[in-house]
């Protein structure tokens, strides 16, 4: 079983930065591939970044890529989500998720694992 708990979202302006943590515990956490998804109001939850542990290899949606960047400390299993140049349009629920390898990085389906969600709300 693995556990995770995000924290680091909040209210931001547009054009500011923000940084989400996922802290992660249980049996083996730095064994787990993890990713970021979101979920607006109304929508279906979508992939944002992901990032392999074997490889160190990160993937982020189109929508992000450039602005947003996945890494994380072994020694803390711990992951980030450095977020700059934030708009309005990525504003949603972020979640932290995990897998053993299995699935598709960016289909929320084959995660095993999921936070609770951080809010992330960007102003115009």
């Known amino acids: 079983q693995v556990q995770l708990v995000e924290s680091g979202g909040g209210l931001v302006q547009a054009g500011g930065s923000l940084r989400l943590s996922c802290a992660a515990s249980g049996r083996s956490p730095s064994t787990y591939n993890m990713g970021w998804f979101r979920q607006a109001p109304g929508q279906e939850r979508e992939f944002v970044a992901a990032?392999?542990?074997?490889?160190?290899?990160?993937a982020y949606a189109d929508s992000v890529k450039g602005r947003f960047t996945i890494s994380r400390d072994n020694a803390k299993n711990t992951e980030f989500l450095q977020m700059n140049s934030l708009k309005p349009e990525d504003t949603a629920v972020y979640y932290c998720?995990?897998?053993?390898?299995?699935?598709?990085?960016?289909?929320?389906?084959?995660?095993?694992?999921w936070g609770q969600g951080t809010q992330v709300t960007v102003s115009s």
């Open positions: 990032i392999m542990w074997r490889y160190g290899s990160t």
């Open positions: 998720a995990a897998n053993s390898g299995g699935g598709m990085y960016s289909d929320p389906r084959a995660y095993d694992y």
